[in-house]
């Protein structure tokens, strides 16, 4: 179940507590109230941002995303469509995250560094940024 209340969302999660967010103005994402998302940056409207999490001016993230707790995406960095990225993980400026890539918990993406679509980076890892063309080495998700 969900209701509107003036830029609030609600909903019951599989447990019955009562989940709120709030609509970014860029793009309508949904933003826990206890995230901080730079007015600058843009969330697809089926983005979730949750508690803690902190996402920097010129930020991309795209429909379907969920930036989990406590998550820290760097200014101009492109999170792409239906990627997960886990708790603790940072999200260096610049940085680029393809579509459908999962992003385990507690991992480094340095800044201008890259994670091509659809691959898999395993808990507490950490993404170089490399040469252009070469991919991260980061298996592909099922």
């Given amino acids: 179940m969900s209701r509107r209340i ?7 999660d599989d ?9 970014h ?9 206890g995230a901080h998302v730079h007015e ?14 902190v996402v920097h001016d010129g930020a991309r993230v795209g429909p379907g995303s969920w930036v989990d707790v406590d998550v820290v995406v760097g200014a101009g960095a ?16 610049g940085a680029h995250v393809g579509a459908g890539a999962r992003i385990g918990a507690r ?10 679509a659809d691959q898999v980076v395993p ?6 940024a490399s040469g ?4 991260s080495g980061y298996g592909r998700a099922a």
């Fill in 6 to 12: 003036k830029g609030l969302v609600e909903f019951e």
């Fill in 15 to 23: 447990r019955g507590a009562v989940v709120r967010y709030l609509r």
């Fill in 25 to 33: 103005p860029h793009g309508g994402g949904l933003v826990s109230p």
């Fill in 40 to 53: 600058g940056a843009w969330l697809a409207e089926t983005t979730y941002v949750e508690a803690g999490a």
């Fill in 78 to 93: 492109v999170v792409g469509s239906n990627v997960h990225v886990g708790a603790g993980t940072r999200v260096g400026a």
């Fill in 107 to 116: 991992v480094s993406i340095q800044e201008r560094a890259s994670v091509h």
């Fill in 123 to 128: 808990d507490g890892a950490t993404v170089a």
């Fill in 132 to 135: 252009r063309g070469r991919r």
